[in-house]
């Protein structure tokens, strides 16, 4: 086992750093800041300084289920389960295997939803299993989707995990494999252009490899699909985009970046991808390389100079790093070197004791680890699906985190919901924001208090519309009640129980179109524009009506009746983007949307379990 660096104490240098990566997973997922199972460790107040240094180690395909089946983490709280449900309704133990295979199971958007399955679980033995060629007898072997990774082949993987955080509740952003995903943790999106509300939902086709010949570089005959808010992928376009990126904010705040790939053209190559980046040297699809400053200055088509770069002293304050195909992880290509490759970073930030000027990056650098997809493993935890437009594309399944720093909360299980967006609003928060000043107490509580009202104050409104509509409509109390004995019965509830509370979301979703909490939304024009004939100039006013906009018959059947079976998956398709916004959309969406619909769900959900509420006609 390669040696891993040993933490300096019990130092929590990051108290205000963690926080930040709980408050970014309730603004970027359904579920807030809180919960998590650790053993008996204090935390001392956060020192001065501030976290200078983001590593993301991005590695390939793998679940919590099949990569992390630790007795230690789960003795913590981990949920790793040993068996799965597959389409026969049969209960599969899971059985160990190599990390290195000789196969490959499929995780296209069409694996997600078989495997998915409704949120069901089940359907994971549907999916196309290939083979190596000439691979030893029986290839693939029995139940293929159903295996973990013995122990021996992922200690280092284990050390960190039971010596640091693991994260339980990491999702991948997309529903799908390696390419869109890769733009996600770039990006937060895989949108082609901005506004045309569709993803890049697979990994690219046709030309002599588009595996290594991808992107803004790739031959004029490679296409990849996408996927719109119907959920259809008939559309294939040519896999070069144009869409911010946060190393757009990061050069605009002056902060230094580096992406470690290990070619140019890989599909895991993101900023190939994106042509302001990229700047190809023939105008798309005819460029064969690139050219632009982004690439040439921060694109290091060489993953073990991160090695040199740590030793050097010269890590950038914000580094993606990818593996070779050889050290990923990823099933039928990868040599079982994954977990020794991982490691070998983490080394090199713990062993250097002093760079030149004399910062040591072990005291300000937190390292990330995840998975950039499933890969076609079992996993047993349902993620929860978007409302539409995104709906149709995001949530995928479970992926692991390590979370590794010298003041990470040690041997500590997290169980908060997060997906590659968290990662990406962690580093705006601890990394673009280095000129703000660092937190003291009463900074702290007062953003806390904040995060309280904004996610009280609409459960207090959203609750008593819950309340005035089911008792005016008893028969969408009795399937609540019916809902509710079905899901935790007598029991107090508890998180998983509000993501298996359907048909209650629904009717949460239903009261804020009817009565929404923010009833009006004002925005300040940073550009010129004309809107319907009126000009509006920078610097502008712009009111959005919501209630207004919740109750437009273009968008919406029957707007002013209650029906929450208009939030049905199946029903919601198609839906026009921004026509529900009940706490608002993009970057200043509110802060406690999560919280509240959690809230109130599981209030009206205990609410009529134990009371019956009368409608007072006049």
């Known amino acids: 086992?390669?040696?891993?660096?040993?933490?300096?104490?019990?130092?929590?240098?990051?108290?205000?750093?963690?926080?930040?990566?709980?408050?970014?997973?309730?603004l970027a997922t359904l579920n807030s800041c809180g919960g998590g199972s650790s053993p008996n460790t204090?935390?001392?107040?956060?020192?001065?300084?501030?976290?200078?240094?983001?590593?993301?180690?991005?590695?390939?395909?793998?679940?919590?289920?099949?990569?992390?089946?630790?007795?230690?983490?789960?003795?913590?709280?981990?949920?790793?389960?040993?068996?799965?449900?597959?389409?026969?309704?049969?209960?599969?133990?899971?059985t160990p295997i190599a990390l290195q295979t000789d196969f490959d199971l499929s995780h296209s958007h069409q694996a997600f939803l078989d495997m998915y399955d409704n949120g069901k679980m089940d359907g994971a033995d549907k999916l196309l299993v290939s083979c190596n060629p000439n691979p030893p007898d029986p290839c693939p072997p029995p139940n293929a989707w159903f295996q973990y990774v013995q122990s021996s082949d992922v200690a280092p993987y284990f050390q960190l995990a039971e010596t640091y955080t693991f994260g339980d509740r990491m999702f991948q952003t997309n529903e799908g494999p390696s390419f869109p995903a890769h733009q996600f943790i770039l990006s937060g999106t895989s949108e082609p252009r901005v506004g045309t509300s569709t993803f890049a939902s697979e990994n690219p086709i046709n030309g002599p490899d588009p595996f290594n010949n991808a992107g803004c570089i790739a031959p004029p005959e490679e296409r990849v699909s996408v996927i719109n808010?119907?959920?259809?992928?008939?559309q294939e376009i040519y896999p070069c985009f144009e869409h911010p990126t946060l190393t757009d904010m990061l050069n605009s705040a002056n902060i230094s970046w580096r992406y470690y790939s290990p070619s140019a053209g890989?599909?895991?190559?993101?900023?190939?991808?994106?042509?302001?980046?990229?700047?190809?040297?023939?105008?798309?699809?005819?460029?064969?390389?690139?050219?632009?400053?982004?690439?040439?200055?921060?694109?290091?088509?060489?993953?073990?100079?991160?090695?040199?770069?740590?030793?050097?002293?010269?890590?950038?304050?914000?580094?993606?790093?990818?593996?070779?195909?050889?050290?990923?992880?990823?099933?039928?290509s990868n040599n079982g070197s994954g977990p020794s490759w991982v490691a070998s970073i983490v080394n090199a930030i713990g062993k250097n004791h002093e760079c030149p000027d004399g910062e040591v990056y072990w005291d300000n650098t937190a390292i990330i680890i995840t998975w950039d997809d499933w890969g076609g493993w079992y996993d047993h935890e349902p993620p929860t699906l978007l409302t539409k437009?995104?709906?149709?594309?995001?949530?995928?399944?479970?992926v692991p985190l390590l979370f590794v720093s010298a003041y990470t909360p040690a041997a500590y299980v997290d169980n908060n919901r997060m997906d590659f967006g968290t990662l990406l609003r962690f580093i705006e928060a601890a990394a673009a924001d280095a000129a703000i000043p660092e937190f003291d107490r009463r900074q702290v509580l007062d953003e806390i208090k904040q995060y309280i009202w904004a996610g009280t104050e609409t459960t207090a409104l959203m609750l008593a519309w819950a309340l005035y509509l089911t008792a005016a409509h008893p028969e969408v109390a009795d399937r609540i009640r019916h809902e509710t004995s079905q899901v935790f019965g007598d029991r107090d509830p508890g998180l998983a129980d509000y993501l298996k509370l359907t048909y209650t979301r629904n009717v949460i979703q239903e009261t804020m179109r009817m009565y929404p909490p923010i009833w009006s939304l004002a925005r300040k024009a940073e550009a010129g524009d004309v809107i319907g004939g009126h000009e509006i100039?920078?610097?502008?006013?712009?009111?959005?009506?919501?209630?207004m906009a919740h109750h437009d018959p273009r968008y919406w059947d029957h707007p002013d009746r209650f029906d929450p079976d208009r939030f049905a998956a199946e029903r919601a398709k198609g839906r026009a983007p921004?026509?529900?916004?009940?706490?608002?959309?993009?970057?200043?969406?509110?802060?406690?949307s999560a919280m509240s619909q959690i809230e109130a769900a599981l209030a009206l959900s205990l609410f009529l379990r134990d009371f019956e509420f009368e409608y007072a006609r006049d």
């Open 1 to 26: 086992m390669p040696w891993l660096f040993r933490k300096c104490g019990v130092r929590t240098k990051l108290f205000v750093f963690w926080t930040l990566l709980c408050s970014a997973a309730s």
């Open 42 to 94: 204090t935390t001392a107040p956060p020192p001065t300084s501030k976290i200078q240094h983001v590593v993301i180690i991005f590695q390939e395909n793998r679940t919590p289920d099949n990569l992390f089946h630790d007795p230690v983490l789960i003795s913590r709280g981990a949920d790793i389960q040993n068996y799965g449900m597959n389409s026969l309704g049969q209960k599969i133990t899971l």
């Open 229 to 234: 808010a119907a959920g259809s992928e008939t």
């Open 266 to 332: 890989i599909i895991w190559n993101a900023p190939t991808a994106i042509q302001h980046m990229c700047v190809p040297n023939a105008a798309p699809p005819n460029g064969t390389s690139c050219t632009g400053s982004d690439w040439t200055n921060n694109v290091v088509l060489q993953n073990t100079q991160v090695l040199t770069d740590i030793q050097s002293g010269n890590l950038a304050a914000v580094s993606w790093v990818i593996p070779s195909a050889q050290e990923s992880d990823h099933a039928g």
């Open 389 to 398: 437009p995104e709906g149709d594309y995001q949530y995928g399944f479970r």
């Open 537 to 547: 100039k920078p610097g502008d006013t712009m009111v959005l009506g919501t209630y």
């Open 578 to 592: 921004y026509s529900y916004l009940p706490f608002g959309g993009g970057k200043r969406a509110c802060i406690g």
